[in-house]
């Protein structure tokens, strides 16, 4: 097993298909054989996905500032 951000080995089972990589910080969640959603816990407590945060960056600036 090993975290699909950063390649590290330092991964841990937190639920049933859910894990912790104590290396980068993020977690991430295994969807079928190959797939999987990475999202970190952000200074709130709530979890954050990776693409939801690629996706925000992605906004034209006229979006961001309204
Ligand atoms: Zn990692």
């Known amino acids: 097993m090993r975290c699909p951000v ?3 080995i330092d991964v841990g089972k937190v639920e049933t298909d859910q894990y ?3 290396n980068c910080l993020h977690g991430f ?3 079928g054989v190959d797939g999987f959603s990475a999202y970190y ?3 709130e407590g709530a979890l954050v996905s990776l693409s939801e945060m690629v996706q925000n960056s992605q906004l034209p600036q006229e979006n961001i500032w309204g």
């Open 41 to 43: 816990v952000d200074e």
């Open 20 to 22: 912790y990589c104590w």
């Open 29 to 31: 969640s295994l969807k």
């Open 6 to 8: 950063c390649n590290s």
